[in-house]
């Protein structure tokens, strides 16, 4: 003769199970938003600017017409002052003026601020203020 003998665990394994889902898509979704992304306040500039929210790291992108094509997309890496800095929290603020190209990066955490803007090839940023 066989027993069944009910499984105690058995009323609460499915909750651990979709609660171990949940949180697993918590921090899937933490790590995929690592970046922000804000536009240039300048109401006649088409740029983008990207924001590594970690490490303060600030790029740029904007659309260029190209002759036969439907466009590119014109990047701009990180130069002076605009590549990774000191771990931290770090957004993007518009200054809402509509002929300013630049964008200040903040960290929430310390309250420093720098003005990124693009000059020539690459997005640069003043040295952090306070």
Not at 48 to 75: F, M, N
Request: charged content about 20%.
């Amino acid at each position: 003769m066989i027993r069944v003998v009910p499984d105690p665990c058995s009323g609460w394994a499915p909750w651990l199970v979709a609660g171990s889902l949940v949180l697993s898509g918590v921090t899937s979704r933490a790590s995929a938003a690592s970046y922000e992304f804000l536009a240039a306040p300048e109401t006649d500039l088409n740029r983008i600017y990207r924001l590594d929210r970690a490490t303060g790291e600030v790029g740029a992108c904007q659309y260029a017409l190209e002759e036969g094509t439907a466009g590119v997309t014109l990047c701009y890496p990180p130069g002076e002052g605009a590549g990774p800095q000191v771990p931290g929290e770090y957004t993007l603020v518009s200054s809402r003026h509509e002929r300013e190209g630049g964008i200040f990066r903040v960290d929430l955490r310390t309250g420093m601020m720098a003005v990124c803007y693009v000059l020539n090839d690459s997005v640069v940023c003043t040295p952090q203020a306070k």
